[in-house]
Nanobody, 125 residues
Framework: QSQLVESGGGLVQPGGSLRLSCAAS????????VGWFRQAPGKEREGISW????????IYADSVKGRFTISRDNAKKTVSLQMNNVKPEDTAVYYC??????????????????WGQGTQVTVSS
């Protein structure tokens, strides 16, 4: 069964940093564009970042632009999300997804993709 696995979540203070990682089993992640999404309590899931297969193109939601950086290591078949200057409003469950056709942060573009189970990020002092 193909699936993605997120790691690196936890509790971080406002202004701090955290690095999330996404790995896959059953698929070669280096062949897929990958997106990061998050879902805060009581809110809809939102796309926050996307990276192309080569890593040469990226997309960020306005809410994280300038603070978060997506990157990938195709040799290790992992995708990372570096979160800097985090804010309490960044508190959410973070998910990674892989879909060969997705080129946006729009959820409907990822409906047929592979998803992880999510990792909790809590920003609090």
């Amino acid at each position: 069964q193909s699936q993605l696995v997120e790691s690196g979540g936890g509790l971080v203070q406002p202004g701090g940093s955290l690095r999330l990682s996404c790995a896959a089993s059953g698929i070669s992640l280096d062949y897929y564009p990958v997106g990061w999404f998050r879902q805060a309590p009581g809110k809809e899931r939102e796309g926050i970042s996307w990276i192309s297969v080569t890593g040469g193109n990226t997309i960020y939601a306005d809410s994280v632009k300038g603070r978060f950086t997506i990157s990938r290591d195709n040799a290790k078949k992992t995708v990372s999300l570096q979160m800097n200057n985090v804010k309490p409003e960044d508190t959410a469950v973070y998910y990674c997804a892989a879909d060969s056709l997705a080129e946006s942060l729009s959820l409907e573009d990822w409906a047929s993709g592979y998803w992880g189970q999510g990792t909790q990020v809590t920003v609090s002092s």
